[in-house]
T-cell receptor, first 115, second 113 residues
Framework: DAMVIQNPRYQVTQFGKPVTLSCSQT?????MYWYQQKSSQAPKLLFH???????NEADTPDNFQSRRPNTSFCFLDIRSPGLGDAAMYLC??????????????FGPGTRLTVL | GDSVTQMEGPVTLSEEAFLTINCTYT??????LFWYVQYPGEGLQLLLK?????DKGSNKGFEATYRKETTSFHLEKGSVQVSDSAVYFC????????????FGKGTRLSVIA
């Protein structure tokens, strides 16, 4: 089945120690998104790639970076995690950026714990 | 800007009760509307969607009708099950440009046997 895969499902890191979360997709979608979701809140968009074009949300901290080496893979790098960065990180894909009925397909998420 | 407002939770219902979760929106363009569901510890799954006025999205016994006149997309199910316990997010995207999803804050539903 075509899907969005996130690894690892659970990640523990230490305060200030860089961490990378990964996402891959078999849907061949052009757009990939990274969201941060804290407990009992809606997902918050950090950034997205339309093909190789990177689109950063205005309020995404510089501590968060992303790479998309090819269509299938996208990485979220947190350069110096703080306690406030503990959250669920969701990857999603969509066929295009906008347009009628353009739904997003989500991975299962990576829960990040910062000690 | 675009926004989605949905009823505050948590909502607790007995099995086989009727469910309504209200959702209203404001949008500058012509939106597509979605309901996503998030089961504990998992990512979001699309539950249903509607792309134009008077469309009804349906899936797994859930329904929602796109009401342009009231800018609403309320989620309903006639008889909930314990397995429906989850967080439900109403969302929109406009039909032009590169607007990402705009989410409501989510409504937690707990169904008790």
């Amino acid at each position: 089945d075509a899907m969005v895969i996130q690894n690892p499902r659970y990640q523990v890191t230490q305060f200030g120690k860089p961490v990378t979360l990964s996402c891959s997709q078999t849907l061949n979608h052009n757009v990939m998104y990274w969201y941060q979701q804290k407990s009992s809140q809606a997902p918050k968009l950090l950034f997205h790639y339309y093909d190789k074009d990177f689109n950063n949300e205005a309020d995404t901290p510089d501590n968060f970076q992303s790479r998309r080496p090819n269509t299938s893979f996208c990485f979220l790098d947190i350069r110096s995690p703080g306690l406030g960065d503990a959250a669920m990180y969701l990857c999603a894909t969509s066929p295009r950026q906008g347009g009628l009925g353009n739904e997003q397909f989500f991975g299962p998420g990576t829960r990040l714990t910062v000690l | 800007g675009d926004s989605v407002t949905q009823m505050e939770g948590p909502v607790t219902l007995s099995e086989e009760a009727f469910l309504t979760i209200n959702c209203t929106y404001t949008a500058t363009g012509y939106p597509s509307l979605f309901w996503y569901v998030q089961y504990p510890g998992e990512g979001l799954q699309l539950l249903l969607k509607a792309t134009k006025a008077d469309d009804k999205g349906s899936n797994k016994g859930f329904e929602a009708t796109y009401r342009k006149e009231t800018t609403s997309f309320h989620l309903e199910k006639g008889s909930v099950q314990v397995s429906d316990s989850a967080v439900y997010f109403c969302a929109l995207t406009t039909n032009s440009g590169n607007t990402p999803l705009v989410f409501g804050k989510g409504t937690r539903l707990s169904v008790i046997a």
